[in-house]
């Protein structure tokens, strides 16, 4: 049996589940409400203030589909209570983040500024010009926009200039030597 699958997901005081025979889960809570469909194999139960995850059978699918199950409707259970956020560092002379209304405008070493609007259900933090934090409750899509705006100046591995997550680690290279070429 899947670890993660049988774990069962403690639904916290102010969060209400619902979930329909088409096995559509509804999360709400105090930042607002989630829905995803999940796999019409699975079986999800609410029992009291916890919710449990059970697989049909020992099919390679539904073994697979048990822990992710279980993750996707513990994240949104997370989102509606906590949130999810990605912290991003910008490095570089000359490079910069600032925030214009809904926008957000990077200042990347390219002969124009590179803007990005914010997406619905996701907030950006400029709280100095080399940080950028992207909050949200649906963490597939703060993920998906922390990777967008890192995509805009990848981090190069010989200066370590660009977009990089504040956890992230660049792998430097050395630049060349100054050797005099064959004789």
Known sequence: MSRIGRLPIAIPKGVDVKID??????????????????HKDMIIKVEGDKL???????????????????????????GVTKGF?????????G???AKQGKKLVLTLGYSHP????????ITVDVPNPNKVIVKGMDKQMVGEFAAK???????????????????EVIKRKEGK???KGKK
């Open 85 to 93: 956020e990605k912290a991003l560092d910008i490095n570089g002379v």
């Open 95 to 97: 490079y910069r983040a």
């Open 149 to 167: 705006i890192r995509s805009k100046r990848e981090p190069e591995p010989y200066k370590g200039k660009g977009i990089k997550y504040e956890t």
């Open 177 to 179: 030597t100054g050797g």
């Open 114 to 121: 590179v803007e990005m609007e914010e997406p619905a259900g």
């Open 21 to 38: 025979n088409s096995n559509v889960v509804t999360v709400k809570g105090a930042k607002g409400s989630l829905t995803k469909q999940m």
């Open 52 to 78: 449990y995850v059970q697989r049909p059978s020992d099919e390679k699918l539904h073994k697979s589909l048990h822990g992710l199950t279980r993750t996707l409707i513990n994240n949104m259970v997370d």
